[in-house]
């Protein structure tokens, strides 16, 4: 049973536009949430996170957005630019623990 | 901070051979080291969950005579893989957890070794 999901396998963006990237998940014991950028043959990069007492987090030209009574949360990247390209999964974390549920990634394209 | 060293970043070997992947946390105590593997396109599946000084903790369907883990001290965990066969050809990156809860995050992670079994 996948507990995160992404349902989008890729998604492609124009330079400058922005990027919305969506991640599911069904655990409402989750109670942190975030989001890693990889890139092939690299391990994964912390780009952001947001706790469930939040609603919205924001860094740079990345905000994560969570609705709790969806059970969904949203990484916008704006604007987008061509390294960005990558691959993005969602990670999910309850309790105290340090156990991290991953999505299964979305591959963002960014074109000049 | 809270850098995490994964070495080799590559290795080609034939098949039967074992294989040590080394993961380190340079610059904080681990007290929990995790082991994924990805396969191509798909996402980091968790195989261990190590506590130093402790037996690993194996995800179902993970042979743990295979894939044999060891974490010895706070800052080193090792994986190896057994008699290595072209199947077992993928990704494996590590994961380091700070024990005191200073990050935000909660894993922090090595760059990945490449297995290749020829």
């Known amino acids: 049973d996948q507990q995160v999901k992404q349902n989008s396998p890729s998604l492609s963006v124009q330079e400058g536009r922005i990027s919305i990237l969506n991640c599911d998940y069904t655990n409402s014991m989750f109670d942190y949430f975030l989001w890693y950028k990889k890139y092939p043959a690299e391990g994964p990069t912390f780009l952001i996170s947001?706790?469930?007492?939040?609603d919205k987090n924001e860094d740079g030209r990345f905000t994560v957005f969570l609705n709790k009574s969806a059970k969904h949360l949203s990484l916008h990247i704006v604007p987008s630019q061509p390294g960005d390209s990558a691959v993005y999964f969602c990670a999910a974390k309850r309790d105290a623990g340090n156990m991290l549920t991953f999505g299964g990634g979305t591959r963002l394209m960014v074109k000049p | 901070g809270a850098v995490v060293s994964q070495h080799p970043s590559w290795v080609i070997c034939k098949s039967g051979t074992s294989v040590k992947i080394e993961c380190r946390s340079l610059?904080?105590?681990?007290?929990?080291m995790f082991w994924y593997r990805q396969f191509p396109k798909q996402s980091l599946m968790l195989m261990a969950t190590s506590n130093e000084g402790s037996k690993a903790t194996y995800e179902q369907g993970v042979e743990k005579d295979k894939f044999l883990i060891n974490h010895a001290s706070l800052t080193l965990s090792t994986l190896t893989v057994t008699s290595a066969h072209p199947e077992d050809s993928s990704f494996y990156i590590c994961s380091a957890a700070d024990g005191m809860g200073r990050y935000i995050q909660p894993q922090h992670f090595g760059d990945g070794t490449r297995l290749s079994i020829l």
């Open positions: 610059d904080f105590q681990a007290t929990t």
């Open positions: 947001i706790s469930s007492i939040k």
